[in-house]
């Protein structure tokens, strides 16, 4: 009762908010943005921003500070300069700097327009990259918007570079000219990065969606081809999932690949495309970019329209933090993979290495102890691209949300599948989420109107299991708690044997590394044997079990030697300079591996039906 009268409340107030951002927006002229490139190769481009239809109250232009689907901050008020003001007649108008983001025109008339450079040298999916061959922009990094304008729509014109003949590839609505582009408010404007040169436009469809992949490359036509046949299968495949694709806003869904030598690695979601950035052609790392475009389309339901409370909408002034990146970034990372089996593109020892990738990362890490999935996921704005000087000891208490939500999509996927005899599935799950979050959309273009919480995901575990009991133990064990899952007997009825790699071989921790010598590489894990005896990171070994160690074949070869449980002697120098002595018990090398039974043994009848349903290729349902 009353939580239904707060609903009602709240419908109501969003629809009167919503009213007055409509008035808004029609009594005031769009924004306008101009980009041109008079020097690409040098790596700044020209902006103009026009500002129309102004309040009289002081005009407060800003830089973003973070990009969705980044977490961390970026501070892309750096690399702009040459910042000028001034009004509809020329004049210069007098800005401030109230912070190290923004620039604030206290008195002005009804229009002002703003004029800067913006340097940008670095193709991925955060930044911004202009040179001779092409402008990759990433928006937040390119464009000054004004505080309270969020409603505005805005008009985007792109100048070409002197003597060059480029095109744009954007999620961004056609306007009046191919060089012409609009976007209906902020939050839409800034997800939409754009492509500005030689483009390879592919196009296909998938029953009544349109899919258009856009390659900036330096392979052939017949590669790109093929590719994009890959592509469309795992479209499908992903579509299968779902059981239908979002209603994309501008028509069609835009893949933004940049495979150029002087690119990095990198993809990066958005409501109607993706940037996918590498630096190798599609012959060289096929399968490498093919995982890419299996995860990042994924995104197109989760993450952008099941989207998770905390980045909606997005603050483009701070860090936004979300305790859902298990789901919205793990589950995806399960699901890439899991797709490229289901499609065919690659096979069962591949999947196979994949698993015990995902169960290494968080059965291996003594950090699942110490923060949840969802205190991993609070993690995101230090750990995703954050910049820091200092040392962490992030390697014993941080595991990445990729592969821990992986591995937590993989344990409930196996789980549902146990339980119901192959009937209820992770998909399930996914195709809940899909109905209750993303599919009801927004009431502005560019928004979630309902984004879920934790509880709203065990709610809906609950509904598609039957069994609120289970849901709700899932959850506290596996996802707000410190346990993990039973791998080993979850494998087993897909036909998946999970054991050590290297069974019997003695272990003392991963001490060193190629380049690090004799010393102690990273930090030492809880979890390894000299952990007790005191040796960490920077500490100078001289001596186990009384040979000299000087490299770290040197240790290999007193391993070589011992079985786990024996005693070796340790000799080091910590970095006051103090030798020690100290004994250590060997234990056995601890890494993993999954492998189909049938290398050894004979997959079962119903382990294969298992795997087949989990594995095989999917009907759209
Ligand atoms: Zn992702």
Not at 36 to 47: A, D, I, L, T, Y
Not at 152 to 166: I, K, M
Not at 237 to 258: I, K, M, N, S
Request: aromatic share 10%; proline share 7%.
């Amino acid at each position: 009762m009353l939580s239904g009268m707060r609903r009602l409340l709240l419908v109501l107030v969003s629809l009167s908010a919503a009213a007055i951002g409509v008035r808004g927006a029609d009594a005031a002229g769009p924004l306008l943005y101009r980009f041109s490139f008079p020097e690409p190769q040098h790596r700044w481009m020209q902006v103009e921003a026009t500002f129309p239809d102004l309040p009289p109250a002081p005009l407060e232009l800003r830089m973003s500070r973070s990009s969705p689907g980044r977490y961390s901050l970026h501070e892309f008020a750096k690399n702009v300069y040459d910042v000028h003001a001034a009004g509809p007649d020329g004049a210069e108008l007098p800005t401030t700097r109230p912070d190290p983001y923004g620039w604030t025109v206290a008195r002005h008339g009804a229009t002002v327009t703003v004029k800067y450079k913006v340097y940008g040298d670095f193709i991925d999916g955060t930044y911004l990259a202009i040179d001779e061959t092409h402008a990759h922009i990433n928006m937040p990094a390119a464009v000054m918007w004004a505080r309270g304008l969020d409603d505005r729509p805005s008009t985007l014109t792109f100048d070409e570079p002197p003597g060059l003949h480029w095109t744009v590839a954007t999620q961004l609505h056609r306007a009046g000219s191919p060089l012409e582009f609009t976007a209906p408010n902020l939050q839409y404007l800034m997800d939409s990065p754009t492509e500005f040169g030689p483009v390879a436009m592919r196009e296909f469809t998938v029953g009544t969606s349109r899919f258009r992949f856009a390659a900036h490359h330096l392979g052939t036509d017949a590669e790109l081809d093929g590719y994009v046949k890959d592509v469309e299968k795992i479209v499908r495949q992903e579509g299968a999932v779902y059981g239908e694709y979002p209603r994309y806003e501008p028509g069609y869904y835009t893949f933004l690949a940049d495979y150029l030598p002087y690119a990095s690695a990198d993809g990066m979601e958005h409501r109607n495309s993706t940037v996918m950035t590498y630096a190798a052609t599609i012959a060289q790392n096929r399968l490498r970019l093919l995982d890419t475009v299996a995860h990042e389309f994924f995104h197109c339901w989760n993450v952008e329209r099941i989207r998770p409370q905390g980045l909606e909408p997005f603050d483009f002034d701070r860090a936004n933090m979300t305790d859902s990146l298990w789901l919205a970034e793990g589950f995806t990372q399960y699901y890439g993979p899991l797709i490229l089996q289901r499609a065919g593109i690659i096979d069962l020892s591949e999947t196979a290495d994949t698993i015990a990738g995902l169960v290494s990362s968080v059965a291996l890490s003594p950090a699942h102890e110490i923060r949840s999935a969802v205190d991993m996921s609070r993690m995101a704005p230090f750990i995703d691209g954050g910049r820091r000087s200092d040392r962490t000891n992030w390697s014993r208490t941080v595991i990445s949300y990729y592969p821990f939500g992986g591995a937590i999509a993989l344990a409930l996927d196996l789980e549902l599948r146990e339980r119901s005899d192959g009937r209820v599935t992770l998909d399930d799950f996914m195709r809940a989420m899909w109905r209750a979050y993303g599919k009801p959309g927004g009431s502005r273009e560019g928004y979630v109107d309902k984004p879920y919480s934790v509880d709203d995901a065990e709610a809906r575990l609950a509904d598609v299991s039957g069994d609120r009991a289970f849901a709700h133990e899932f959850f506290s064990r596996y996802v707000e708690g410190h346990d993990v899952a039973d791998y080993t007997r979850l494998l087993s009825r897909a036909g998946f044997i999970l054991r050590k790699r290297n069974p019997g071989r003695a272990w003392a921790g991963n001490l060193f590394s190629p380049r690090s010598g004799e010393r102690v590489a990273s930090l030492v894990s809880p979890t390894w044997p000299v952990y007790a005896a005191g040796l960490e990171q920077d500490d100078d070994v001289r001596e186990i079990d009384g040979q000299a160690i000087r490299s770290p074949e040197d240790l290999d070869g007193v391993l070589a030697r011992h079985r786990p449980g024996d005693r070796v002697d340790i000799v080091f120098v910590d970095r006051t300079t103090r030798s020690k002595t100290v004994p250590v018990t060997l234990a056995e090398d601890p890494q993993l591996e999954v492998v189909p039974i049938e290398r050894d043994g004979k997959l079962s009848v119903a382990q294969k039906a298992f795997r087949d349903r989990w594995l095989g290729p999917q009907e759209a349902k």
